[in-house]
Structure formats: structure tokens, C-alpha cells
């Protein structure tokens, strides 16, 4: 089967991002676009990102996952430690992460070292969700490789009952990571591929940024 897409394109018309406007923070920089992008509507989860990781043999791997905080310590997402990713994760903590929103023609891409937030953080969120969702932090040996979707549902069907009128605990093997960052790259679509691309690097010299733009 050969399927061209020669005709997929689109004229990116949205805005600019020059290098004398960008803030000279990156997580600023991070914080306007991420609200604007919300305002501005026509995306059902701004908070989507891909997380790429490599495993031991060196391949990569991509997913979506959801951010859930950020500030100056880092990036936080939540999941399960001895699936594929978090095992990734803890063999090889260096991670990139990405959020494309077409609704204003913008990506970040941010690149960085990752570690588990403490066990009182991962907590304090796990008691914040739904019980379906904590029941499923259990229900699910992720990554791994189970007969049908029967053992699943049956799983569940036993945790409800297990804890239909108690409390769910976090178990140990779930959890978040942070992600601090070493290398913004804010991306902007312009009009005949020209893109405005403005990165970011961290100094082990210097607190402050280094900002250069990038040609498309």
C-alpha cells in the first residue's frame, strides 16, 4: 500500500514569536503560552504532553501522558513505576517532553532530567483522585502482558467490592516524576515554513538563560 500525502498542509498564519519578545525565563515563557493556548479554546486537553524516553537497548519511545504541575522545581506527571516508561524512566532518567497545540500553531519541546517526587507529593495527589481512577492504579499490572481485557474488568470488579467502603492507599509502586528542565525549544508556525524557533539552555555558570533563535 503506498498512500501520498503530499496534499496535507496548512498555511501557519496564528501569530510570532521574535526573539526580543520572548521572556527571559523559559517557565514564564512556558506559563504565557499554556494559558493562552486555554483561553483561546479548541483543545480538550492543553495539558497533554509526549513523553519520550529510551530503554536499555537505546531504542526510543514515545506516549501521552498528562501533566498535572509545574513550577520552578520542574514538570510532574503521575504513573505507574514498573511500567515500561518508569522503568525507562529510573534506568535512563534523561527524558524529553512535548505539547503540540494546533489551535494557536505552537509546540515546546522541553528537555531534562527526571526523578521521583516524594512520597508525601505522590500521596497527596493519589488522594485527589477519583476512586475509579485509584482503583485502576491497582487493577492494572501495566506493561505487562495479560490473556484479554476479562482480566481487567474482573480485577476491578474484585477491588470494588474490596473497597466499596473503604479508603484506597496509594500503592508503592505508583507514583510521580519531575522533570527539571535543561533545554526549552519554543516553536511557532509561520507562513511558508519559515517557523520562529527560540531555545533555551541552562549554565552550570550562570542562573540566567541562555536564549538563541534557531532557524526553521
Given at each position: ?34 494559558d ?5 479554546g ?42 515500561e ?29 527526571a ?39 474482573q ?42 524557533r ?19
Amino acid at each position: 500500500m503506498n498512500r501520498e500525502l503530499h496534499d496535507y498542509r496548512d498555511s501557519y498564519e496564528q501569530g510570532e514569536l521574535l526573539l526580543e519578545n520572548a521572556l527571559d525565563n523559559p517557565l514564564d515563557q512556558f506559563a504565557l503560552w499554556f494559558d493562552e493556548v486555554e483561553k483561546a479554546g479548541g483543545v480538550r486537553e492543553v495539558n497533554a504532553m509526549t513523553v519520550a524516553t529510551v530503554d536499555p537497548s537505546g531504542m526510543p519511545k514515545s506516549r501521552i501522558v498528562l501533566l498535572k504541575s509545574y513550577d520552578s522545581k520542574g514538570f510532574v506527571f503521575y504513573t505507574n513505576y514498573n511500567s515500561e516508561k518508569g522503568q525507562a524512566i529510573q534506568e535512563h532518567p534523561k527524558v524529553s517532553l512535548s505539547f503540540f497545540w494546533p489551535n494557536l500553531e505552537r509546540q515546546v519541546i522541553i528537555q531534562g532530567t527526571a526523578q521521583k517526587v516524594s512520597a508525601a507529593q505522590s500521596d497527596d495527589y493519589f488522594n485527589k483522585r477519583p476512586k475509579g481512577s485509584q482503583l485502576g492504579a491497582l487493577a492494572s499490572p501495566q506493561s505487562t502482558i495479560i490473556a484479554d481485557r476479562a482480566v481487567l474488568e474482573q480485577h476491578m470488579s474484585d477491588l470494588k467490592t474490596q473497597y466499596e467502603n473503604r479508603d484506597v492507599k496509594r500503592p508503592d509502586h505508583w507514583g510521580g516524576f519531575v522533570i527539571q528542565p535543561l533545554v526549552y525549544e519554543f516553536w511557532q508556525g509561520r507562513p511558508s515554513r519559515l517557523h520562529d524557533r527560540i531555545r533555551y539552555s541552562s549554565s552550570e555558570k550562570s542562573s540566567l538563560w541562555l536564549k538563541e533563535r534557531l532557524a526553521p
